[in-house]
């Protein structure tokens, strides 16, 4: 008897040290999921903007198309994101918001993701967003105060980042 209760304790503390290894590794690829949604919307947009920038429909009028729209009718996000015609934002399976929006007639645009846990504003405020000119990044700016023209490092963003729900905005250029 009192051998068994030794086996269930130590299957019960393993079970307990496997199942907070799961957990961290799914919240991992959440986070990398949402890095990754982030980028790809980028990267379409960019790539849209400078497709279409003589387009009338979209840079040449007097009142250029949403981007965020622009987007969905071009079918040009991440499919695992949802996007809410009446809000303008894409969704995904964590309770965040991608709002994306023109700039100016010449094609910048931003992406505003709100409602990111504290270590996810961390990994995205201190990832490369486009070290690379032609990537077209111009800014970084993290919870409406702290802006930046390259990435941060760890500890300035993990000094931007709040404890709570935060918010990340990156800017792109258009095309030139």
Not at 22 to 41: V, W, Y
Not at 133 to 151: E, L, M, P, Q, R
């Amino acid at each position: 008897m009192i051998e068994m209760l030794g086996v269930l304790s130590v299957v019960g503390v393993i079970s307990v040290g496997g199942i907070k290894v799961i957990s961290g590794a799914l919240q991992g690829q959440r986070f990398t999921q949402a890095i990754t949604d982030a980028a790809q919307l980028a990267d379409d947009g960019r790539r849209l903007v400078c497709d279409y920038r003589d387009d009338t429909g979209y840079s040449g009028g007097a009142t250029p198309v949403s981007y965020g729209i622009f987007l969905y009718k071009s079918d040009k996000y991440p499919h695992n994101l949802t996007y809410d015609t009446t809000n303008n934002v894409y969704t995904g399976e964590m309770d965040m918001t991608y709002a994306v929006s023109t700039v100016n007639t010449n094609g910048a645009f931003k992406i505003t993701i709100s409602g990111i846990p504290q270590e996810l504003c961390i990994r995205m405020a201190s990832n490369d967003w486009g070290s690379r000119n032609s990537s077209g990044f111009s800014g970084i700016k993290i919870n409406s105060s702290t802006t930046s023209t390259t990435v941060l490092s760890i500890a300035d963003a993990t000094a931007a980042c709040s404890p709570n729900s935060n918010s990340i905005e990156l800017s792109y250029r258009g095309c030139e």
